[in-house]
């Protein structure tokens, strides 16, 4: 996997002050993207040793509500398996972090992958241009839906995250 950045103290991509993890690669190609030199999975540099050790310093400490994995896109293929592993890592060490991932997928398409155990929200959907709307949390248009993972997952259907 590679990435682009390690952003810290952040309060724009969820709850709290979080940890957020810019990984290379995307597919959807929406248009006027935030981030579209994420887009190349090529692009970037290699998630090494030393990446993961500078990701679970932001997360020792005790004010950082939790990580938040986006991009780019997490389920990216490439990136996937990588995001899994450092999810249930996160998960086992972290127990009381919530762990937010942004995709340009829709829930129906991520809901059966193994990560989605290790989830707390799902930001999912495209960004669309003409439906941005700057009053929106954790999403640039209104399509897009914070998806409440836990009670998704125990209710049936999807229930969205409470501002």
Same mark, same amino acid.
């Given at each position: 996997m590679r990435f682009h950045n390690i952003t810290k103290d952040d309060m724009l991509n969820g709850d709290g002050l979080r940890v957020v993890l810019w990984v290379a690669g @995307? !597919?959807? %190609? @929406?248009?006027? @993207?935030?981030? /579209?030199?994420?887009?190349? /999975? @090529? %692009? %970037?540099? /290699?998630?090494d040793e030393d990446?993961?050790?500078?990701?679970? !310093?932001?997360?020792?400490?005790?004010y950082i509500s939790g990580v938040t994995f986006s991009g780019g896109d997490p389920m990216y293929p490439s990136n996937e398996p990588e995001i899994l592993a450092l999810a249930r890592a996160i998960r086992e060490k972290y127990p009381d972090k919530t762990i937010w991932l942004y995709t340009g997928g829709l829930w129906d398409e991520i809901k059966d992958h193994e990560i989605v155990n290790y989830l707390d929200v799902v930001v999912d959907g495209e960004y669309v241009k003409e439906l941005r709307d700057p009053q929106l949390y954790w999403r640039g248009s209104s399509n897009q839906r914070v998806i409440d993972v836990k009670k998704t997952l125990e209710y049936g259907k999807i229930v969205l995250h409470c501002q």
């Open positions: @995307c !597919a959807h %190609g @929406c248009r006027e @993207c935030q981030n /579209p030199v994420t887009w190349d /999975p @090529c %692009g %970037g540099i /290699p998630f990446a993961r050790r500078e990701l679970f !310093a932001e997360l020792d400490k005790s």
